[in-house]
């Protein structure tokens, strides 16, 4: 099936919706699926974004923007993550869980998320919530591949574009170690000292006082000519130990035993 025709086919689906929400992160497919409901739906339409420590402010300030940029409305509801401190292999579920509930709680129309068809090639519990409390996930149903997703973005003028994929601040502890509001932080605050050097996709991984940095392999070099003041800074936050992952970024890392199972 062409691009096209997937286009076409997912924004004549959108018209047919009467006052539809966005569960909105301000990531790549969030932020087009937002879009292109603004675009094919002259109804009244809301973002709802959820406010958590698992997600950075950086994230929470890009979503104002565009909603205020675009006339969207937007929601914003706190979400606590009490249900999800312990950390266990089901983790994401729960957490998917609760933040959706929280979500139909403060709206009670049809709501949509941006759950694209690379998505189930991966290790995905969350899915298992989204499917119980019957959201959305159009650009999985109309089969738009992450790549699709790009080139689209681009033809909407969308600076998301060309942005790298972010998950919850969760996903960087290994299962089993318990989460916090202070870990989330230094979390947080350790991927900042890398966005401020321009990294286009990364991610901290968390083993005690150890960090483990993924970047792409084409940046290991930028790494090593910034490693003095990474080092310090990481340090300065706390972590005794910077390693570099040779094997690179790679998304669900932690999931990788879990799949091997």
């Not at 909603?67 to 993550?81: A, N, R, T």
């Not at 605050?189 to 006082?209: A, T, V």
Request: some cysteine; charged content about 30%.
């Amino acid at each position: 099936m062409s691009l096209d025709v997937k286009f076409n086919n997912l924004k004549k689906y959108l018209k047919t919706l009467k006052n539809p929400a966005v569960a909105y992160s301000g990531g790549v497919d969030s932020t087009f699926l937002l879009k292109v409901l603004k675009i094919a739906n002259k109804d009244k339409i809301v973002a709802l974004t959820a406010n958590s420590p698992l997600f950075t402010q950086r994230e929470l300030i890009q979503t104002k923007n565009f909603c205020l940029q675009e006339g969207i409305e937007q929601k914003i509801i706190e979400i606590d993550i009490e249900k999800i401190k312990k950390n266990p292999k089901n983790r994401c579920y729960i957490c998917k869980k609760n933040i959706f509930e929280q979500l139909k709680k403060n709206y009670q129309g049809i709501i949509l998320e941006g759950s694209n068809f690379d998505d189930l090639k991966q290790y995905r519990p969350g899915k298992k919530a989204l499917l119980e409390l019957g959201i959305k996930s159009p650009l999985e149903d109309f089969q738009l591949t992450k790549k699709e997703i790009r080139i689209l973005s681009q033809e909407l003028g969308l600076k998301t574009a060309g942005q790298g994929s972010f998950s919850c601040l969760a996903t960087r502890f290994c299962y089993g170690d318990t989460i916090n509001k202070k870990k989330l932080k230094k979390v947080e605050l350790g991927e900042e000292i890398l966005h401020k050097l321009n990294f286009s996709q990364f991610r901290l991984r968390i083993h005690k006082n150890l960090v483990r940095i993924e970047v792409l392999g084409e940046d290991y070099k930028k790494i090593i000519d910034n490693k003095d003041y990474i080092i310090k800074n990481l340090k300065n936050l706390g972590f005794n130990y910077i390693t570099l992952d040779l094997e690179g970024f790679r998304s669900g890392s932690f999931d990788e035993d879990i799949k091997q199972q």
